[in-house]
T-cell receptor, first 114, second 118 residues
Framework: AQSVSQHNHHVILSEAASLELGCNYS??????LFWYVQYPGQHLQLLLKYFSGDPLVKGIKGFEAEFIKSKFSFNLRKPSVQWSDTAEYFCAVKSKAAGNKLTFGGGTRVLVKP | GAVVSQHPSRVICKSGTSVKIECRSLDFQATTMFWYRQFPKQSLMLMATSNEGSKATYEQGVEKDKFLINHASLTLSTLTVTSAHPEDSSFYIC??????????????FGQGTRLTVV
């Protein structure tokens, strides 16, 4: 069975600080990896995704993530956060072996102080 | 991008009543729809997978008689919470892959329904 682990439950940082959110998954086969963001009161939005190819993936709003297969990791980064990045971030994994179902990590609440 | 519309966004109901939540794919056909539940400060947990024209597949521990799923058309899936109790209060979210049956697709999410059972 596939599973996803996000290391930090809460992150508080100031504007212009750099952000890195950890994500590890357990499934060893071919996977698709995603980062979703949920702004307060809004629905989930896709930040970025990895299917294949370049392991460094660029997403929207200045986010990027790096797929490191040997570490089963897909960490999310942003060099300089803004107050508007305050949200909850979810890492998710999907695999054909698991019926193409998305499995989510526990989420990380990010609070950016102005 | 593709749009998934979910209604209602909020509903308050009395214990013992049933509540229906609708999820529509507005600009694409969704032969598969996923239903998730999100408890406060927790992640999304997959409840069931609905497939157009066939019975839904429920995850372990999810009562299929309590959470009735119907996927009657390629653009509509419904989740009915029957005989709702306060412990059913949660945030319910539907999701559809942009292309069913293949792996390299992203999922599009509805706005979610916050159910409060009093």
């Amino acid at each position: 069975a596939q599973s996803v682990s996000q290391h930090n439950h809460h992150v508080i940082l100031s504007e212009a600080a750099s952000l890195e959110l950890g994500c590890n998954y357990s499934y060893g086969g071919t996977v698709n990896l995603f980062w979703y963001v949920q702004y307060p009161g809004q629905h989930l939005q896709l930040l970025l995704k990895y299917f294949s190819g370049d392991p460094l993936v660029k997403g929207i709003k200045g986010f990027e993530a790096e797929f490191i297969k040997s570490k089963f990791s897909f960490n999310l980064r942003k060099p300089s956060v803004q107050w508007s990045d305050t949200a909850e971030y979810f890492c998710a994994v999907k695999s054909k072996a698991a019926g193409n179902k998305l499995t989510f990590g526990g989420g990380t609440r990010v609070l950016v102080k102005p | 991008g593709a749009v998934v519309s979910q209604h209602p966004s909020r509903v308050i109901c009395k214990s013992g009543t049933s509540v229906k939540i609708e999820c529509r794919s507005l600009d694409f056909q969704a032969t598969t729809m996923f239903w998730y539940r999100q408890f406060p400060k927790q992640s999304l947990m997959l409840m069931a997978t609905s497939n157009e024209g066939s019975k839904a597949t429920y995850e372990q521990g999810v009562e299929k008689d309590k959470f009735l799923i119907n996927h009657a058309s390629l653009t509509l899936s419904t989740l009915t919470v029957t005989s709702a109790h306060p412990e059913d209060s949660s945030f319910y979210i539907c999701s559809a892959p942009s292309v069913s049956g293949t792996q390299n697709t992203e999922a599009f999410f509805g706005q979610g329904t916050r159910l409060t059972v009093v």
